[in-house]
């Protein structure tokens, strides 16, 4: 191991042995590499290609990766093929394309959003996540929050995953309280910025989601970064989300952005699973009088007039925050109470949803217009 520190000259100079195809030369004087980035020993990036170029640039890719992992000091290489195509004519119409293959071994993919982050949409989706484990299913948790992990926090679990192969193209992902778990959080240190444009995002997400050697699962919850840009995007159109749990407080500033987050969803043709009302209010726990801090109803009207389901009302509590904190979330470490109750039942109601739909519904097929 070097005791210098990796730079992106370093991984510069081996790829600029690597040919490029049709004869351009190498991928790196062909434009082909996009946003290096290294995190301690992990090395990511995109290869540019276009969608009749996939198959070939797959396999490019995969010796790409083989190179980079042949530099001293590199442990991991996340390379994720960015495809772009050119946008169609003013007026034209664009057919639509089919979404994302399924990934193996995992029956439906949830997402957990919001339109503005401070919401507790974490929270939420760790305690649905437990809900629907405490039906007996086996569930899954993807943290693509790769802005602000939370996650690892939220389970209480720090270190990094294991290699499942002896190439380590494959990682285990973490466990604890019977809910498997990938994040980001895992590879880089708490305190480190992600500053990463789209095709990074993208690259980081496609690997967590697929180098990951899950198990077979019911249900992955994956909890979305707030707002609607690239990591939304590139799980709708990578993946065959079967529907997206939208997470808001009641005050108007926050159904705004909830609204947006919704019509985003509804965009490409995702299913819009319901709305949950987070810090719905407040009890005193000395008078035992409620406060309702950010209003109150206001998410369930949205979703009346909107009409989609609204999935419950979560009060604000210390108790609740404070077992985020230490890594114990109240479904998990608290059973009985009246919060781990409300998750529960909206966890049931999030399964029943996705049982209606049957596995023979044909998986959402995202609608390519001029605004997206």
């Not at 991984?11 to 195809?21: F, N, S």
């Not at 990578?238 to 985003?264: E, F, Y």
Request: net charge neutral.
């Amino acid at each position: 191991m070097p005791t210098t520190k990796l730079s992106q000259d370093d991984v510069l100079q081996v790829l600029k042995r690597i040919a490029a195809p049709d004869g351009r030369g190498n991928v790196v004087s062909a434009g082909l590499v996009s946003d290096i980035a290294i995190q301690g020993s992990t090395v990511m990036f995109a290869l540019l290609t276009t969608p009749q170029h996939i198959k070939t640039m797959e396999i490019l890719r995969g010796a790409v990766e083989k190179a980079v992992l042949g530099i001293p000091g590199v442990e991991k290489a996340m390379v994720a093929l960015t495809a772009e195509r050119a946008a169609p004519p003013t007026g034209a119409s664009t057919p639509a394309q089919p979404r994302g293959n399924a990934v193996p071994g995992i029956r439906y993919l949830v997402a957990v959003a919001s339109g503005k982050g401070g919401v507790g949409k974490s929270t939420t989706a760790i305690n649905l996540a437990l809900g629907l484990h405490s039906l007996g299913l086996r569930v899954a948790v993807l943290d693509a929050d790769v802005y602000g992990p939370s996650m690892p926090k939220l389970f209480g679990l720090t270190g990094k995953p294991e290699s499942s192969d002896a190439e380590g193209k494959k990682m285990k992902p973490m466990s604890r309280y019977g809910v498997e778990l990938m994040s980001i959080g895992f590879l880089v240190a708490e305190d480190t910025p992600m500053i990463w444009r789209g095709p990074m995002v993208m690259s980081a997400l496609t690997q967590l989601l697929r180098e990951t050697e899950w198990g077979e699962t019911d249900v992955m919850i994956i909890d979305m970064p707030p707002g609607t840009g690239d990591a939304q995007l590139t799980l709708a159109q990578q993946t065959p989300l079967a529907g997206a749990v939208i997470v808001s407080t009641p005050q108007d500033l926050a159904l705004i952005d909830a609204r947006k987050g919704l019509n985003m969803f509804r965009k490409v043709n995702v299913p819009v699973i319901g709305i949950v009302e987070n810090m719905s209010y407040f009890v005193c726990t000395k008078c035992g009088e409620r406060h309702e801090i950010f209003g109150h109803g206001g998410a369930k009207e949205e979703a009346e007039r909107l009409g989609v389901p609204f999935l419950g009302e979560v009060p604000l509590d210390q108790d609740v925050r404070l077992r985020s904190d230490r890594g114990e979330p109240v479904v998990a470490t608290a059973p009985d109470s009246k919060h781990a109750a409300i998750y529960r039942d909206i966890a049931r109601q999030v399964w029943a949803s996705l049982q209606s739909g049957g596995l023979s519904r044909p998986a959402p097929r995202i609608v390519l217009e001029n605004e997206l």
